[in-house]
C-alpha cells in the first residue's frame, strides 16, 4: 500500500510540475482502491474468511466472550478475545460483515468486559487489579475453575483492545466509546503490582497460590507483556524489567538447523508479539549487536523449523519440505507407545517446538505453526499450506479452516480424549483453539496489507513501552 500510495503522490506531482499550458484545467483526482501490499493466494484467501467465522459464530455475541476451542467449549479465553477483536475489524475491513456490525461486536464486548467485576473474591469476580482470569465462564463472565490471573493473556486481549480503539477511529459516538472503554481497561491494569521480585513480571496469580513461581524472562512470547508494561499510561513497570527479561538472551542465541538466532522451541514464541508490532527495522540493545532484527530472527527461526522437518531425525511420517510446523497445540494423548522399535512418549496438549534448550517433537503437526508465519517467510509458508490442504484436506480442512492438529505417525489403537483415527492419515483433531486461530487470520491480513502493524504503529502506548525498552530506529525514527 504504501508503495502505491507513493506511486500515485508521484503522478500527481508530475501533473502539478507540468507547464502551465500543458496541464489539464481542471485536474480531476479520482481517488480508487489502492492494491494490497501483497497479492493473496486464492488458498489463503479462504483460510482468511474461514478463520473470520470461526470468531464471528463461535462467540457469544451477546458478551463478547470468545471460546477457548470448538466445537465443545468448555469456557471462555480471554487470549482468544484478544485475537477475536482483531478478526471483527480485519471483517469489516475485508467486507466480510459490515463497519457496524463489527462495530456493535466490538462495542459489546469492551462493555462486558468493562463491567466484569473485579475484585480479591475468585468466586465472585472476572479478574482482578486490572488484570482478568485465564479462562472465564460462558454463563456469569466470572472466574472459571481454578485458573490464574494471568498476565500473557491478558496482555494478548489488551493488545486486541488497543487495535480496535486504533481501528474505530471515526468521529461516532459507538467508535468514541469503544477508545474510551480500552483506555480504561488498559489503564486500570496494575503492571507493578505483578512484579514480585523486581524487576521481573510473574507468570500468573491465584487465590490459592498467591504469586506463581515463574517469571517472564527470556526470549518468548513475554514480548508483548513488557512493551504493554512500559507503555502503561497509569501504571508502568519500571524501566529496567527489560533489561533483566533480556538479560539471558545470550543462552537462546546460536545457530540451530542452519540458521543463527535467538531460538525458541513453539512457533507461537515468534508469532505471538509480532500480531500487534512490525518488528521491521526497529530494535533492541541485543538484536542490534547481533546485526539483524527481531523480524529476521523469526524469519530464521520459520526457515530451522523447515531445515528440522525435513532432517527429521525421528523418522516421524509425513514430514518433509512442506509438511511441517511445531507449536503449542493438541496432540493425541498422553502414551508411551513402541514406534519404530523403540518406546515414544505422545502428549495431548503440549508446547512442542525445536529449540537449543529444548527440543519437544512427537510427530504432531500444528498448521497454524506454518500458516500464522506468512509474512515471515512466504516462499515456505505458500507451499506448505498448499501440500497440507492436497494431502490431508479431506480430514484436516472444514467449516473453519484448518483444524489444530494432526499426526500422520500415530495409528494405535488406544482410547482417544480428542480426535479421531483415519486410516492412511493418523490421529486427526476435532478441535479448534481460539490462540491457534487467532495468529493465522491477524497474520495472513498483516502480510496481505499490513493492517495490525499499520493500526497498532499509530498508538502512544505501543511507541513508548517500545521507546522505554530501547527499541529505535525503523518506525520508530518517523513521528
Given at each position: 500500500m504504501r508503495r502505491a500510495l507513493a506511486v500515485a503522490v508521484m503522478a500527481l506531482v508530475a501533473i502539478a510540475c507540468q507547464p502551465t499550458a500543458q496541464r489539464l484545467d481542471p485536474v480531476v483526482v479520482r481517488v480508487v482502491a489502492l492494491p494490497p501490499i501483497n497479492p493473496l493466494d486464492p488458498l489463503f484467501e479462504d483460510i482468511e474468511k474461514r478463520t473470520f467465522d470461526f470468531f464471528w459464530e463461535t462467540t457469544e455475541a451477546t458478551t463478547g466472550l470468545a471460546v477457548d476451542r470448538w466445537p465443545k467449549p468448555p469456557f471462555a479465553s480471554i487470549a482468544a478475545i484478544g485475537f477475536a477483536l482483531n478478526a471483527y475489524a480485519i471483517g469489516a475491513e475485508r467486507g466480510y460483515v459490515t463497519r457496524d456490525a463489527a462495530r456493535a461486536r466490538v462495542l459489546t464486548t469492551l462493555q462486558f468486559l468493562h463491567d466484569a467485576p473485579q475484585g480479591p473474591d475468585p468466586a465472585e469476580n472476572a479478574g482482578y487489579q486490572g488484570f482478568f482470569y485465564h479462562f472465564l465462564n460462558f454463563t456469569t463472565g466470572k472466574r472459571y475453575g481454578n485458573s490464574e490471573l494471568s498476565t500473557a493473556d491478558t496482555a494478548l486481549l489488551i493488545a486486541g483492545v488497543l487495535f480496535v480503539a486504533g481501528y474505530f477511529d471515526h468521529d461516532d459516538p459507538d467508535e468514541a466509546r469503544i477508545r474510551k472503554l480500552a483506555d480504561e481497561l488498559y489503564g486500570r491494569v496494575n503492571w507493578p503490582w505483578f512484579i514480585e521480585h523486581v524487576p521481573d513480571i510473574r507468570m500468573g496469580w491465584s487465590p490459592e497460590r498467591q504469586f506463581h513461581t515463574h517469571d517472564w524472562r527470556g526470549y518468548n512470547e513475554g514480548m508483548i507483556i513488557y512493551v504493554l508494561a512500559l507503555g502503561s499510561p497509569t501504571h508502568p513497570a519500571a524501566a529496567g524489567t527489560w533489561d533483566s527479561f533480556t538479560s539471558n538472551y545470550y543462552r537462546h542465541w546460536g545457530t540451530l538447523e542452519g540458521q543463527t538466532h535467538l531460538t525458541f522451541g513453539p512457533m507461537f514464541g515468534h508469532q505471538y508479539s509480532a500480531v500487534w508490532i512490525d518488528l521491521r527495522g526497529i530494535k533492541d540493545d541485543f538484536i542490534f549487536a547481533q546485526g539483524i532484527d527481531y523480524f529476521e530472527n523469526s524469519r530464521r527461526a520459520v526457515l530451522a523449523q523447515r531445515a528440522y522437518a525435513i532432517r527429521n531425525p525421528l523418522d516421524w511420517r509425513g514430514y518433509g519440505p512442506?509438511?511441517?510446523?511445531?507449536?503449542?497445540?493438541?496432540?493425541?494423548?498422553?502414551?508411551?507407545?513402541?514406534?519404530?522399535?523403540?518406546?515414544?512418549?505422545?502428549?495431548?496438549?503440549?508446547?512442542?517446538?525445536?529449540?537449543?534448550?529444548?527440543?519437544?517433537?512427537?510427530?504432531?503437526?500444528?498448521?497454524?505453526?506454518?500458516?500464522?508465519?506468512?509474512?515471515?517467510a512466504p516462499e515456505i509458508v505458500v507451499p506448505a499450506a498448499h501440500a497440507m490442504h492436497a494431502r490431508y484436506?479431506?480430514?484436516?480442512?472444514?467449516?473453519?479452516?484448518?483444524?489444530?492438529?494432526?499426526?500422520?505417525?500415530?495409528?494405535?489403537?488406544?482410547?482417544?480424549?480428542?480426535?479421531?483415527?483415519?486410516?492412511?492419515?493418523?490421529?486427526?483433531?476435532?478441535?479448534?483453539?481460539?490462540?491457534?486461530?487467532?495468529?493465522?487470520?491477524?497474520?495472513?491480513?498483516?502480510?496481505r496489507s499490513e493492517l495490525i502493524w499499520r493500526v497498532m504503529k499509530r498508538s502512544p502506548h505501543v511507541r513508548r513501552g517500545l521507546e522505554r525498552a530501547g527499541f529505535a530506529g525503523g518506525w520508530l525514527d518517523t513521528p
Open positions: 512442506n509438511i511441517w510446523g511445531l507449536t503449542a497445540s493438541d496432540g493425541p494423548g498422553d502414551f508411551k507407545l513402541s514406534y519404530l522399535g523403540e518406546m515414544r512418549q505422545f502428549h495431548s496438549y503440549a508446547a512442542r517446538g525445536v529449540g537449543r534448550v529444548e527440543t519437544l517433537d512427537d510427530g504432531t503437526i500444528a498448521p497454524t505453526a506454518a500458516i500464522a508465519s506468512l509474512p515471515f484436506g479431506a480430514h484436516i480442512y472444514d467449516r473453519y479452516g484448518f483444524i489444530d492438529a494432526f499426526n500422520p505417525s500415530f495409528n494405535y489403537k488406544v482410547p482417544l480424549n480428542r480426535g479421531r483415527r483415519v486410516r492412511g492419515v493418523g490421529w486427526v483433531d476435532s478441535d479448534y483453539l481460539g490462540i491457534d486461530q487467532g495468529p493465522i487470520i491477524a497474520m495472513i491480513e498483516n502480510y
